[in-house]
């Protein structure tokens, strides 16, 4: 952002903070316009309140007082960005791990693109059938095309989501 502002853009930043404070259902997240002049600046805000006016009357407060909250003490924000670190090496960590499991339960797929990726989900490559028979035989819910919350899978359940990812991608193709 600094840099885009230091080079002389204008921009808009749309930022939810829902997922990375657990802020849910809050509506928590912030819109900052970077504007030239106060000119300019009067202008967006004008707009900008015709079109936030239909949408709501009275926004929730509690999410963003929250945010403040964490974002405006320096120990709260460091003990934030070390927790979400923290997290954030969990999920690398159980990504790794599957995939060992993985193997070590015999699948021969390459799995690699798994450990290649980031966040809270992976794509596993699984078709909409191989889902609904993790779903239905193993009560592993994902969605149909194979998206998978990381976030779920912890030392004691790995090893059983790992064979039952086996046994319905065995001798199937899956797409990596």
Partial sequence: LRFFVNEGHNLVLAQSFAKNFGLYGERTGTLSVVCNTPEEKSAVMSQLKLIIRP??????IHGSSIVKTVLTD??????????????AERIRSMRVKLVDMLKSVGSTH?????????????FTGMNSDMCDELTSKYSIFL??????????????NIEYVAKAIHDVTDGKKIVT
């Fill in 55 to 60: 949408m709501y009357s009275s926004p929730p």
């Fill in 74 to 87: 320096e120990a709260l924000t460091k003990e934030y960005y070390e927790n979400c670190k923290e997290m």
């Fill in 110 to 122: 390459d799995w690699s693109h798994v450990t290649e990726q980031i966040g809270m989900f992976a």
């Fill in 143 to 156: 969605t149909r095309d194979g998206r998978i919350s990381l976030a779920g899978l912890n030392d004691g």
